[in-house]
């Protein structure tokens, strides 16, 4: 396990400099802007159109960040800031900062290592990696190299339970501390960049290692019925028999669009791990998420990759946090979707979320120098926020309340 490296502020901002002093160039840009561009230039049409592309129009994506222009910071000003404390702590791990990484399916388009790459960085900064149902490499490998440091699991409700289960129990044995459970992906959104380029990725047998991998998916394999016309290889794909039989049996199992509040209590049966409910948007799934009997919430669209003309995630954060506080619930509440620097961290937490997730800016590290990319974008994530903080006139965690917003 890589040895946890210093993350303060200051100490970032200095290595930074004085690594300019001596003729460094930086690792990856620090403006989202050129990061994003970069990273697009680095990656195929392919890997670019599913990593960066959203629903219709991409309308949810741009409204994710620009919805942050609401919500203004008020410092306060000869507060003593002179010992800073950015940590947290969810579900009994305390971590140095409330920042972790999204799920991000099929990263081996822009990274042979992929998710394990991302793993060692997260190990090396000691914030929760939130493994992908849709990985490139099986939980087992994803977490070899991780050491203690923690880790959850993204699960898709399969249209089996058993797998459901199976999923779960190996997430627990490879150490995962919660479950997150992703709500708004029974069927995929409208993403018309993928569609342009006529590509999905499973199609090929990419981002379903976690399946291929997976005792019950290998039974349900070998049962699948499937006739010599079926498993004839299309004209230019370049898979094998035995991969189109699991790409099609994943397509069959995938998600459920049918599942309910109801099934929650069958997740509750196979794991005494936290549950939390990511994709929670309306103020009503937020009470109902609390008489579920959950452990907490990420309010979230995907990243903007599912509904087109969705609700911003900061704007639908106070609205469920409103409710499920006034249904008399202290669950931690988390949020994604348009996280894109330190501000906007702080800027959630003043909003009354206890965490954020971290999703497209580390897939664009990652892409443009592999798992030190990933590091060194969660670092600058980790320092701005710190300065953002102490800037504000917070020393913690604690002082970040909505009075640190100007009033609307």
């Avoid at 339970?161 to 999923?167: G, H, I």
Wanted: net charge negative.
């Amino acid at each position: 396990m890589p040895q946890k490296k210093n993350v303060s502020g200051p100490a970032r901002q200095g290595e930074i400099y004085f690594k300019g002093a001596a003729g460094g160039t930086p690792v990856v840009p620090f403006d989202y802007h050129k990061l994003e561009a970069e990273a697009k230039e680095k990656m195929s049409a392919k890997a670019g159109g599913y990593i960066i592309g959203g629903a219709g129009s991409d309308d949810t994506i741009r409204e994710n960040v620009d919805a942050f222009q609401k919500y203004r910071i008020h410092p306060r000003m000869l507060r003593d800031v002179s010992v800073r404390d950015t940590s947290t702590s969810l579900f009994g791990q305390t971590i140095p900062s409330p920042i972790l990484t999204c799920p991000i399916g099929v990263l081996e388009m822009i990274d042979d290592e992929a998710d394990k790459a991302v793993g060692r960085a997260t190990a090396a900064l000691g914030i929760p990696m939130i493994m992908s149902n849709q990985a490139s490499y099986p939980m087992e490998e994803i977490t070899a190299d991780m050491g203690d440091s923690p880790r959850w699991f993204q699960l898709y409700w399969s249209k089996s339970n058993e797998l459901v289960k199976s999923l779960v129990q190996r997430a627990e044995a490879c150490g995962s501390s919660a479950i997150v459970v992703t709500l708004d992906t029974t069927m995929l959104g409208w993403r018309v960049q993928d569609l342009d380029l006529m590509h999905l990725p499973f199609l090929t047998g990419q981002g379903i290692a976690q399946y291929t991998s997976d005792p019950v998916f290998n039974s349900i394999v070998s049962q699948m019925d499937f006739g010599d016309t079926d498993m004839k290889v299309p004209d230019g794909l370049q898979v094998s028999p035995e991969v189109l039989k699991a790409v099609k049996t994943f397509i069959g199992v995938y998600s459920r669009p049918s599942i309910t509040w109801e099934d929650l209590a069958f997740l509750r049966t196979v794991t005494d791990l936290p549950i939390l409910l990511k994709g929670i948007l309306h103020p009503e799934d937020g009470r109902l998420a609390v008489e579920s009997g959950v452990d907490g919430i990420i309010v979230s669209n995907h990243g903007g990759r599912q509904v087109d003309g969705a609700i911003a995630a900061i704007d639908a954060l106070p609205q469920v946090v409103q409710a499920v506080r006034s249904a008399g619930s202290s669950m931690p509440i988390l949020m994604d979707s348009g996280i894109r620097s330190g501000a906007h961290v702080f800027q959630a937490l003043t909003l009354g979320a206890q965490a954020v997730c971290i999703g497209r800016p580390y897939a664009y590290g990652l892409a443009l120098a592999g798992q030190q990319g990933v590091e060194e974008v969660l670092k600058n994530m980790m320092a701005e926020f710190e300065f953002t903080m102490a800037l504000s006139g917070c020393k913690n965690l604690a002082e970040i309340t909505a009075d640190c917003l100007a009033k609307q």
